[in-house]
């Protein structure tokens, strides 16, 4: 049985294959999840993360956007891209616990992107995180 974390993944890959030019891999997307085995529970958890992460594509964009420092969003690698469009949906959308959420998109650098990518994605994750955190104090 497949994990959170393998489901993740997962997402990760199905969100990577969309951003370099294969918006149609949303049509295939329940029988890439087969391929990789992630059934059941995790099935609908991995599509649930894929559809959100698509839906709200433009806000997701730009709250990450909004916290890059000293990087053009168009020339981020696509697996960092990748990773930071389904942690900030996490962090936006769901109620998970955040630090879960955090770690789990710094685990998928470390596995799936370069040297500098767990570091690049912790922060801009930790930075999003803490301006949503002080919003919600302030309203």
Sequence with gaps: MATRHQSRA??????????????????FSEDLLE????RHKQREFALGLYHGVLDHLDEVDAQIKAHLKDW???RLDHVDKSILRLGTYELLHTDLDRAVVINEA????????????????????????????Q???EA
Aim: glycine share 6%; charged share 35%.
């Design 10 to 27: 997962a997402v990760v890959s199905l969100l990577y294959a969309h951003d370099i030019g294969n918006p149609e891999v949303r049509k």
């Design 35 to 38: 391929e990789k085995k992630i």
């Design 72 to 74: 053009d969003f168009d």
């Design 106 to 133: 710094v685990e998928l650098a470390k596995e799936l992107g370069s040297d500098q990518s767990p570091k690049f994605v912790n922060g801009v994750l930790d930075a999003i995180e803490k301006s949503n955190t």
């Design 135 to 137: 919003e919600a104090k």
